[in-house]
Each structure stands twice: as C-alpha cells, then as structure tokens.
C-alpha cells in the first residue's frame, strides 16, 4: 500500500486557524471536495462529525484521524492539515490536537480502510515524524515532508 498516493499538494495545509473540531472538520472536507467536484463539502463534513460521535479519531500526542467511507468516492483519499494553535479533539490522551489527517475511502473498501488507518497510525505514531511535519514551513513543504514519510513506512 502506497500511502504517498493518499495525498496531494492541493489537500495539504499548513498552519491553518482551526478554532474547533468542528470548525476543523470543514475545513478538511471542503479541501477534498474542491479536489473532487463529485463528492459534497456539506455531506462530507456530516460523514465525518457522525463518525466522531461514535467517538473521537484523536488517537494522542496531537494527531486526529477523522475518517470515513464516502459514496462517489472511487479511491481513498487523504487531506492533511497542520494547525497553528492545537485545538481540543477529545483525543483518548486529552492532549489537543495539531496535525490531523482526514480519510475517505470508497464504501466498499471496508478492509483497505482499516489497513491505511493502521499504516498511518504507525507513521504518526513517531514523535521523530510528528516533528518533521511540525517543523514543515509551508504547505508544499507540509506535503514534500509527509510523502517522504509514507514513501518509507513499511509497506
């Protein structure tokens, strides 16, 4: 599984004002829904906040993971955002969140999804990796920087 394929320059931002998870949660759905015309910002953002009423995609240490299967999504796809001030995600260490990568996969793709939710776990589960995308200076950077991340995470 190539994780590199999960994201692009376009869906990747950089110290952004998130404000809240909610306000967050937008943000990341309008990103991939400007990159894909025939997926809805709004029904989006509804799929990602009916999932973290399920409970919290915060998995610690400052990363979310919100994530969801999408209708009219053909391939997974990824958005990452990095946030100017931490913001709180009820994550499981209730330490606030400031790096979040937002996951769409197809419906079908059940056992795709759990399997790029586990490799990306592992990447953001570094503190090494978690401070080169802190360190990141812009959003190009911010994508340069995570793609030599998952272009070396085992496969």
């Given at each position: 599984m190539d994780l590199s394929t999960?994201?692009?320059?376009?869906?990747?931002?950089?110290r952004l004002?998130?404000?809240?998870?909610?306000?967050?949660?937008?943000?990341?759905?309008?990103?991939?829904?400007?990159?894909?015309?025939?997926?809805?910002?709004?029904?989006?953002?509804?799929?990602l906040t009916a999932r973290e009423r399920l409970g919290s995609t915060g998995i610690g240490?400052?990363?979310?993971?919100?994530?969801?299967?999408?209708?009219?999504?053909?391939?997974?796809?990824?958005?990452?955002?990095?946030?100017?001030?931490?913001?709180?995600?009820?994550?499981?260490?209730?330490?606030?969140?400031?790096?979040?990568?937002t996951l769409l996969v197809p419906n079908e793709a059940q056992e795709e999804h759990l399997r790029i939710l586990a490799a990306l776990a592992q990447v953001f589960g570094n503190a090494d990796n978690l401070q080169k995308l802190r360190n990141a200076e812009s959003d190009e950077d911010l994508f340069q920087r995570a793609r030599q991340l998952f272009d070396s995470a085992p496969a």
């Open positions: 999960l994201l692009s320059p376009s869906r990747s931002r950089n004002h998130g404000g809240s998870k909610k306000r967050v949660l937008e943000q990341a759905a309008k990103l991939i829904a400007a990159d894909y015309p025939a997926l809805d910002p709004d029904d989006l953002f509804r799929q240490h400052g990363i979310a993971i919100p994530h969801s299967r999408a209708e009219n999504c053909a391939t997974a796809i990824g958005a990452l955002i990095t946030l100017e001030e931490a913001v709180d995600f009820e994550a499981v260490d209730d330490a606030p969140v400031d790096i979040i990568f």
